[in-house]
C-alpha cells in the first residue's frame, strides 16, 4: 500500500514557524499599496481555507509595560501594539520595532478579511498567528479584521457599511445562515456608538454560546475574558491552547520581562525572535487596541479555535481538526445587503451555476451540505475580476438604498453577478486599486452596466443623465445642461463634462484612499491597474497611457489651442491633474510631473523618504529654478537604485536602505545599480554610487530627525547607527572602487586639442564681446580684465566652461590645452 504523505497541520505549521520566528517568505510578499494605506503583504501562493499564514511577531510584553509604551510612544507607533488576553491577563505583542517580519503589515479589512488572528502557544509562549479564513489566492492581499470601529481608514473608505447599510433583520439573517460568522460581524459593527442595542440583543437571543460573550460587551466587547463555559469546548477540534493553561500559573509576573526567562522558560531562540522595541508609524490611528474590545483573537480560541479556523480534517488528514467550515457566504450576503444589491437566495441560486471548483480535494467535492462545500465565486478567483458595478465604494453603498438608478443597477449587478465569476466588493475588501473590464454574458455579448459616480451625491448610477435630470436639476450646471433640446450636442457636452467630473471625484477619492474600483473612460477589454491610467486634463475622462495621447489631440472640451502637446508632456500634464498625496507640496509635486514617467518615476512617487527627501531638498533649493533639475535627478537617482533593491534584495523601501542591518543589502543595491564589475573592480556608473552614498546619508538624517520628533529614540538612534556603519564601511566597500575608477577614466580621457585658429577667432571673439560690453559702462572705473585706457585684454577666468559648471562646479576656467607646436 503506498504510504500517504501527511500534511502538518494548521497549528503545527504555526507553532513551528513561530518557534524559528520564521516567515513564509516563498509565499508572501510585502507590497507597497499607495501613501494611505504604506505597505501590505500579498499572497505568492495558494493558501487554503485553515491555512496558517502569518504570525504577528514581536515582543511580547506585559498590561502595564504596554500602558507605558503607550504613554511614551507617539500615537503612530501604538497601532502596533495588539493586546490580547491570555491566562486571564492582558498581554500585548509589541511589534512597532521595524524588523523585516511579514506579520506587522498586514492590513486591516473589517469587511472581508480573509485571515483571522489566533493565539498559538510555542514553547509556553503566546504567538498570535494568521490563519485563512477562506482559500486565499496568489495575488490577494492577506488581511484580517483589527476588530473595533473607529479606525481612521475604516471612516475614509467607508467604515460604518455594515452598521448603516444592515438591519436587524440583516444580522439576524446573516446568522442564521451561519452563526459564527454572526458573531463575527456583530464584531465587525460592534462599536458601541455604533451598533444598536436590538442588533446586539437579537443576535444574542439566537446563539446562547455567542450570547455569553455579548453580555460581557459593556467590559470587554465580545468578551476578550472567555468564560470558562467556552474554554475546552471543542477541544479536540483546533486546540491551539491546549498546553499553555497550566504552564503560567494564576500569579503570572506582574514585570513580565524580569519573569519571562524563568516563568515562560523562554529559549535562547524565543528570545531571539522577540525583537527589542523600536520605531515609529508614519499614519495617525488611534491607540484603540484594549483589552476592552474584541479584537484579534478571539478569546475562544483560547482552546478550542474552533471559531475562525475551518474544518481542515479533510485536507490534512490530521484528524484534530474537526470544526465547522466556514464559508464567506454571510459575509456575502451582509455587503450585498449593505450594498442594496441581491439577496442571498437569489445569489444561491445564481452562485449554483457561477461555483468554481478548483477540486482540491474529491471529499470536499462531494460532500453533504451543498452551499458549504463549494466554494462561491467570491474567494475564488486569484485576481478579483471585477466589474463595473462593482465600482462602488461601501461608503457610497451605505448611502445606495434609496434611489431610482441604483435600483435600475441593482438590476444589472444582480445579472452580472450571476454571470460573472467575481463579487462585487472583492477589489474594495481586498484593498487594492483596479479598473474593472467590459463585463460579458455566457455568449460573449456586452453588459452595459458601467457606473458612473455622481458629482453632487457621489452615488454610482448607470445612466447618469436620466440620474442628473431626476435628482438635481435645482444645480445650476444641471439646470443648463438640460435648458438645452434633448439630443442636441450642447445636452450631451454639458452633461458628459459633470458626468466625468464625477467620476474624477470618485477616482480621486479611491486613489487617495487606496481602496476601490476606478473608473475610466473607456472600459478595458481586460482588468487593468490603476498605474497605467491617467485623467485627461481637459475633460477629466480618466484613459489609460496611451490612449490619453491620442484622445488629448482631439478631446471635444480642449480650449481652442492650436499647440500639441508630446506624448511625455500629455502624461506629465495629466499626472499632474490629480492634486498631490495628502502632505505633499503642490509646488514640489509639480516638479515631479516633469519627470520621465517611467518606472522609476512610479518608485520615486511611491516611496515615502523619496518624496520626503525631495520636498526637503525642495524647500532648501526650489526657489532656484536653475535647481530643480538637480533635484529630480538626485531623486531618480534614489528611484534607480529602489527600482534595483526591489528587484534583487529584500529591501522594498529607502527607509530600508538607512537600517543597519540592511547595510550589506544596501551595498550590493549600490554596486549592482552603479554597473560595478567584481573583476575588474570597476564600476561603469561610478558618480552614481558615490551620490546614492551621500543621498543616503542625508535620508538617514532625516530618519533620524523625525523619529526624535515623534519620540522615536530607538529609530532615531537605528539611523545613527546606520551613519556609523556607513562611515566605517562605505569607503572600503563602494567609494574607494568608484573613486578609482573616476580617476582611472580621467587619466585614459583622450586629451583633445584645439586648433589654434580655433582658440585665436575665439579669443578675438570675446574680447569683442567684452569691448561692447564695458564699452557701454561708465570708464570711470575699469573693469576687470581691461587696462585703463580701455584697449582690453582678456582674462581667462572670466571664462566659464560649461561641462564644469553643469557638474557643479561654478565658474570654472576654461582649460585649453595647446600644444607648443600650435601656440602663437
Ligand atoms: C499594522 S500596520 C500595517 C502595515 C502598514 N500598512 C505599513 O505599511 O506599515 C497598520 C497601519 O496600516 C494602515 N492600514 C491598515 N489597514 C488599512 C486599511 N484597510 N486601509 C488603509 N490603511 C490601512 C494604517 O495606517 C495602520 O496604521
Redo the contacts with the bound molecule.
Sequence with gaps: MAAVRRRKSPKTDAVEHAAKALDKTAELE?K??NS??????FAKAHFHKGDFVVEYRGELINSEESQRRRRTYHV?CT??MFDFHWQERTWCID?AR?DGSLG???????NHPNCKMKKVISEGKPHLCLFALRDINVGEEI?YD?GGTD????K??GGPLTVTGSSDADISSTKDQDPDRSSCSQKQVGGPSTVTRSKISRTKDQDPDRSSCSQKQGSDELGLHLPKKNVGMNQSVVNYMDSDESQCSSTCPANFDKTSETELSLSEQDQECVPLLRRT?????NNQIHSDSDELVDPSSADSGEEYIPKTSEDYSDGTDTSEVLEPVDQRESMLRSLNCVSLAELNNGSSMNVVDRGRSPSRKGSKSGMAHKRPYLSSVPCPKTQTTSGQSPEQSGRGDTGTPLENSTLDLEKNLLDSNSHPLDSVAG?SLSIPAVSKKENGSRIYNKKQYCLYCKLGVVKMARHLERAHQNKPEVAQAVSFPKGSKERRMHLEHLRNRGNFAHNIDVLN???GNLVPRKQPKQDCQAKNFLHCIYCHGFFTKKVLWRHMTICKFKPGVSQKPGKTRVQALCAFAAPPPPGVKVEFWKLLSNMIQDEVYSAVKSDVCIMEFGEHLYNRLGHDVGKHEYILQKLRELGRLLVCSRKTTPLKTIQDHVRPVNFMHVVEAVKRVAGYDSETNAYKRPSLALKIGHSLTKISMLVESRANVQTDYSAAKDARTFRRVYETRWNELISAASLRTLQESKWNAPLLLPFTKDVQTLHSYLDMQQRHSYSKLSTETSPPGMDTAGKGYFDRSHLVQPTASRRGVKNAPLCIFVSKSNRP
Excluded: C, H, M
Aim: net charge positive.
Design positions: 510585502v507597497y499599496i494611505f494605506k504604506g505597505r501590505g503583504v503612530k497601532v502596533f511589534a521595524e506587522r503589515l498586514v492590513n486591516d479589512d473589517n488581511t483589527y479606525w481612521p481608514w475604516r475614509k473608505v508609524k508614519s499614519i495617525q490611528v484593498g484612499s487606496g481602496v
